[in-house]
């Protein structure tokens, strides 16, 4: 993912409120125990995400006054704060502006011509700058929460992935996100002879693609229920964001590759970020296919309900202001 994966996921992230999860009691009976326990689920939900609201301010209270600066014990400064350090394939305009803005040297060059020709860099590099980025984001957006106007797609995907499969079931909706990666690519002689090529200055971010992501007009199902499942699709992508953010200095520093030459450097530095990337993707995929594969798609309150908690309560202590 970095670059990311640098694919969207159109699947795990996808299915909210299939009907065939419905508990097993006959007609109007069976809808009404259903909206019972959609309704329980909305209360608990409510007063979690209450109780996270209220720790995040306290949170930042209290960082507020670490971050004060301590009384001056005589002339000079104060002593500051101290500081801690799916899948559709992403469009070829996406590919080539992960590879333009890079600074790297004239000597540099034909290596950079040819790490530019592999695939699995392309799809995995990150882009050069947040402009960079955004200047080819389209109908993509960054973390936030979704209204029913974000699913845009005019069909369900073809690239659909059920992490259950259940009989008779009706697909009400799925997103597509993605996570890419920013950083700085550094290439240097560190010695001579000793050419050393990473990707420096590491940032995560979630996106959501709205051109591919479907909202079904036939659906039967509660649709503030449907969005609510979808929307934690979205969640579980920037929790995942944060966690690499978190790790974006060890990975840097993973990332780097010595050899005797510039072009040597560069192969050996694009196949150990691909497969890293393809690890943190693999990561990311197993997690949105088992929130689906415990909620049913959404079926089960009960269990959307302790997802909603759990990762919310995760996104609240790696609060994108610390990132």
């Given at each position: 993912m970095g670059g990311t994966p640098g694919r969207a996921m159109v699947a795990a992230c996808g299915l909210a409120a299939l009907l065939a999860g419905a508990p097993a009691l006959a007609g109007e009976d069976a809808a009404r125990a259903l909206e019972a326990e959609i309704e329980?689920?909305?209360a608990e939900e409510a007063a979690e995400a209450a109780a996270l609201r209220e720790a995040a301010r306290e949170a930042e209270e209290a960082a507020a006054l670490r971050a004060a600066p301590a009384p001056a014990a005589g002339p000079g400064p104060s002593p500051g704060p101290s500081l801690a350090p799916g899948p559709t394939s992403w469009e070829r305009e996406l590919d080539a502006a992960r590879l333009r803005g890079h600074r790297i040297g004239a000597a540099w060059n034909e290596a950079w011509r040819e790490l530019a020709r592999d695939e699995d860099f392309r799809e995995t590099a990150c882009f050069p700058s947040q402009a960079a980025l955004d200047a080819v984001a389209g109908d993509r957006i960054r973390y936030r929460q979704l209204a029913r106007d974000d699913f845009r797609a005019r069909r369900r995907s073809r690239?659909?992935?059920l992490a259950v499969k259940m009989e008779n079931a009706v697909t009400e909706a799925h997103v597509a996100t993605?996570?890419?990666c920013v950083g700085r690519l550094r290439a240097e002689e560190v010695t001579r002879g000793r050419f050393a090529v990473w990707f420096d200055e590491l940032d995560y971010v979630a996106f959501l693609n709205r051109e591919?992501?479907?909202w079904n007009p036939k659906a039967r199902t509660n649709p503030e229920w449907v969005l609510r499942h979808e929307q934690l699709h979205f969640d579980v992508t920037e929790l995942v964001a944060r966690r690499l953010d978190a790790e974006r200095e060890r990975h840097a520093l993973a990332s780097k590759v010595v050899a005797d030459s510039p072009g040597e450097a560069m192969r050996a530095f694009a196949e150990r970020w691909a497969?890293?990337?393809?690890?943190r993707r693999a990561d990311w995929e197993a997690l949105q296919d088992q929130y689906d594969r415990e909620t049913r798609h959404g079926t089960i309150p009960k269990q959307q309900t302790a997802w909603f908690a759990r990762v919310h309560r995760e996104l609240a202590t790696l609060s994108a202001s610390a990132r």
């Amino acid at each position: 993912m970095g670059g990311t994966p640098g694919r969207a996921m159109v699947a795990a992230c996808g299915l909210a409120a299939l009907l065939a999860g419905a508990p097993a009691l006959a007609g109007e009976d069976a809808a009404r125990a259903l909206e019972a326990e959609i309704e329980r689920a909305r209360a608990e939900e409510a007063a979690e995400a209450a109780a996270l609201r209220e720790a995040a301010r306290e949170a930042e209270e209290a960082a507020a006054l670490r971050a004060a600066p301590a009384p001056a014990a005589g002339p000079g400064p104060s002593p500051g704060p101290s500081l801690a350090p799916g899948p559709t394939s992403w469009e070829r305009e996406l590919d080539a502006a992960r590879l333009r803005g890079h600074r790297i040297g004239a000597a540099w060059n034909e290596a950079w011509r040819e790490l530019a020709r592999d695939e699995d860099f392309r799809e995995t590099a990150c882009f050069p700058s947040q402009a960079a980025l955004d200047a080819v984001a389209g109908d993509r957006i960054r973390y936030r929460q979704l209204a029913r106007d974000d699913f845009r797609a005019r069909r369900r995907s073809r690239d659909l992935h059920l992490a259950v499969k259940m009989e008779n079931a009706v697909t009400e909706a799925h997103v597509a996100t993605t996570i890419v990666c920013v950083g700085r690519l550094r290439a240097e002689e560190v010695t001579r002879g000793r050419f050393a090529v990473w990707f420096d200055e590491l940032d995560y971010v979630a996106f959501l693609n709205r051109e591919e992501s479907w909202w079904n007009p036939k659906a039967r199902t509660n649709p503030e229920w449907v969005l609510r499942h979808e929307q934690l699709h979205f969640d579980v992508t920037e929790l995942v964001a944060r966690r690499l953010d978190a790790e974006r200095e060890r990975h840097a520093l993973a990332s780097k590759v010595v050899a005797d030459s510039p072009g040597e450097a560069m192969r050996a530095f694009a196949e150990r970020w691909a497969a890293a990337q393809r690890a943190r993707r693999a990561d990311w995929e197993a997690l949105q296919d088992q929130y689906d594969r415990e909620t049913r798609h959404g079926t089960i309150p009960k269990q959307q309900t302790a997802w909603f908690a759990r990762v919310h309560r995760e996104l609240a202590t790696l609060s994108a202001s610390a990132r």
